[in-house]
């Protein structure tokens, strides 16, 4: 006699078509893959400009700070105006702070604009997108003697929030402020106005009102870095 197998028997899965499971992992992957296309390729070039700006501010720093580890003083702002003249994109002697600055891009070895800037041709042309640069008398003037652990700030300049209006630093604890003035062009907030001396500068957004980018170099940061190297007096 033939015994009956009485064993249940086992679904078997199907050789073709999705679980379940793998559905939805496949409309999350969609869904994913939509919302990245749907981000304008404008939106996505400024995000990429941006973290290149950010990524140059900091070699900036590093470059203003390796300046100073070698000649014991920060560079003056350039304030050439004319392409064609020899000093252009050099440091100016006279480190004259009546009117807005440029950084020295020559004489750091850098490029003269951020992401959004366009070399200038001729003295009337604007200076769109040129990094823009402020340094304390005190730690850059040739005529001053070379830093030292006691040198001090002779100026007060300060950095807040764009948008909160909170002090980023204390008082007299930043020697150098260097910023791009983003996709607008145009310095925004309390980077709009120069001001002589005492001077606060802003940083944060990107918001509808501020898309300024900013780097700083603080007196602690700086004294450390030449200590380390030996360049202190």
């Keep these: 006699m033939c015994e009956l197998n009485t064993a249940p028997k086992r679904h078997q899965r199907p050789s073709n078509g999705f679980t ?23 939106g996505r070039e400024d995000i990429r400009a941006r973290h290149e700006a950010k990524a140059t501010l900091a070699e900036i720093r590093e470059a203003l700070i390796g300046f100073a580890i070698i000649h014991r003083r920060l560079p003056c702002p350039t304030l050439q105006n004319d392409p064609s003249a020899a000093d252009y994109g050099l440091e100016d002697a006279s480190c004259n702070q009546s009117i807005e600055g440029r950084l020295p891009w020559r004489t750091l070895g850098l490029p003269p604009t951020d992401p959004w800037g366009t070399p200038r041709i001729s003295a009337t042309d604007p200076w769109d997108g040129h990094w823009r640069y402020r340094v304390d008398l005190a730690f850059a003037h040739t005529a001053n003697p070379p830093i030292a652990i006691d040198t001090v700030p002779g100026q007060d300049i300060g950095v807040r929030d764009a948008v909160s209006g909170i002090e980023m630093v ?29 001077a606060t500068y802003g940083v944060g957004g990107p918001t509808t009102t501020f898309d300024d980018l900013l780097e700083w170099v603080s007196r602690p940061l700086l004294l450390a870095r030449m200590g380390a190297a030996g360049a202190l007096p």
């Excluded at 939805?24 to 992957?29: D, E, P």
């Excluded at 204390?170 to 020697?175: F, G, H, R």
């Design 20 to 42: 379940l499971v793998e559905m939805a992992i496949t409309l999350f992957v969609i869904t994913i893959i939509s919302a990245l296309l749907l981000i304008p390729l404008a």
């Design 170 to 198: 204390a008082n007299k604890m930043l020697v150098a402020v260097v910023y791009s003035t983003g996709p607008n062009r145009d310095a925004d907030g309390d980077n709009a106005s120069f001001e002589v001396g005492d």
